[in-house]
């Protein structure tokens, strides 16, 4: 999978022309929800080769870090992923957009929500891409008559219902990040603080290891442990309290990158909120 990270201005950049017409997946993607996964998965029906654009800088913390979406991404056999900073893209007017990125790349069919605006305030809009481009636009997915939304898992998460949360994403919402300490009771693991973390407290939570940029290996599931975190200047730190997981600890190194994968939320034990 090619990955372009475009940190500067768009008309900056020199944005390469694919050798074969390609499908591109336009949108946030935070989540890769189920509603993503449809899309994406329209798209690649029409053609083999299918690229995705995302955002990295949010105003706003995300559901997935970009190192999460990108493993999500490898997983689902993406050709190409376009990373562009939302600081600097966010001001580019939605002709320009498409004049130095969009005319570019050797479209066969971009894809995108029935919400979908792009450019700066939003202006953009899919009847402007239909003078130029062939554009398959795909219904918002529904679960008990509600739309799925990376704004309302969100929400979800906040207040801590990661299985309803988990059923809207289609997997165990999920954390990656470091190992930076551990003792007799405790793992500390280090995490990007741009990501929605639900309320401290009680969790059925399984642990794995990145084995590659899109496998991993499980190091324990279903466990239940005590999840809590801080946030410092530079990330967040979430302590996983073990109880009587001690052997865990042995097959968990330092400097370790694993992947916290949150079940559900158990009821037997109240849970305390650790607010930013």
Known sequence: MKIFNINCSIDNYKFSKFKKKTNLCLGFFDGVHLGHKLLIKKAKAENDNVAIVTFDNFKKKCLTTVEERLFFFKKMNINC?????????????????????????????????????????????????????????????????KKISSSEIKKIVKHGDIKTANQLLGYNFCIFGNVIKKNKKDLFVSAQKDKILPPSGDYKMSICSVKSSNKKNIIAKNLNLCFKFFKNSKNIIIIL????????????????????????????????????
């Open 81 to 145: 992923v376009f990373i562009f900073d939302f600081k600097k893209i966010k001001d580019v007017p939605y002709d320009i957009f498409k004049k130095s990125f969009l005319d570019v790349i050797n479209l066969n069919s971009i894809f995108i929500g029935n919400d979908f605006k792009f450019g700066k305030n939003r202006l953009g809009k899919a009847n402007y891409l239909k003078k130029f481009f062939i554009i398959k636009t795909v219904s918002f997915l529904k679960k008990n008559n």
């Open 241 to 276: 309290t073990l109880n009587d997981n001690f052997s865990l600890l042995k097959k968990i190194n330092l400097k370790m990158q694993i992947i916290i994968e949150l079940i559900d939320k158990n009821n037997n034990y109240s849970m305390t909120s650790y607010g930013f």
